[in-house]
């Protein structure tokens, strides 16, 4: 199992909510970086949701609709 990012948000509100989504089609999900996400000099670190590679498509495909 690889995982990748089928997304990012900008704060662990947004990234659960979308994670709640894939979960309700049976698709498995991890948020990483939920705690590095802040707003330093540097900008904000987004917080990734992600995937099996095998889920991507269908994951982007839920969360873009």
Excluded: H
């Amino acid at each position: 199992m690889a995982l990748v990012e089928a997304a990012k948000f900008y704060n662990g509100f947004e990234a659960g909510i979308a994670q709640s989504r894939l979960t309700d089609l049976g698709i498995d999900s991890f948020i990483f970086d939920l705690e590095t996400n802040w707003g330093g000099l540097d900008g904000v670190v987004p917080v990734r949701l992600m995937v099996d590679e095998e889920d991507l498509a269908r994951a982007r495909g839920c969360l873009s609709g």
